[in-house]
């Protein structure tokens, strides 16, 4: 039995639902794919905007996680400041204190729905922070809030 979509319980977001049809299809036609959860964007289009991918801090702390934690102000970035005249956010990360692994991405700041894409690619992709260190992000730009904080762990 295959599911998409609302029924199957999980996350009531369409953006699931297409890539959990996506699944579907693809184990229909003898490829094998599996749907996973861990990097799945939630976005909040609120002004400002509220995004989130992976574990926050309360889950961390009741899932017994160990992590670490760096916060910038979304005032970090000249483009942000320039866009969003009187606008306040931040960029949170939560990296696994062992091995520096990206756990979790929240920002609260225009446009933060477009920006967390990455971080939920580094989730999925497993990125360490030195490897973070290493992407080039296009400058300038709001998205580079993202690298700042993983800088900010002073790895």
Do not use: W
């Amino acid at each position: 039995m295959y599911a998409a979509g609302d029924v199957t319980g999980f996350s009531l977001l369409a953006h699931t639902a297409s890539r959990e049809g996506e699944v579907v299809v693809n184990n229909l036609c003898g490829r094998k794919d599996q749907m996973r959860y861990h990097a799945i964007p939630a976005v909040v289009y609120t002004n400002p905007e509220i995004a989130g991918v992976g574990i926050s801090e309360e889950v961390a702390k009741a899932k017994g996680i160990a992590y670490k934690i760096a916060k910038l102000p979304m005032a970090y970035s000249g483009r942000f400041l320039a866009e969003n005249e009187g606008g306040s956010g931040m960029c949170k990360v939560l990296v696994g204190p062992k091995y520096g692994e990206v756990l979790g991405v929240h920002m609260l700041g225009n446009p933060s729905s477009e920006m967390i894409y990455g971080a939920c690619m580094a989730i999925e992709a497993e990125l360490t922070l030195k490897e973070l260190e290493e992407v080039v992000f296009p400058h300038p730009t709001v998205s580079e809030i993202f690298k700042e904080t993983v800088f900010d762990f002073g790895h």
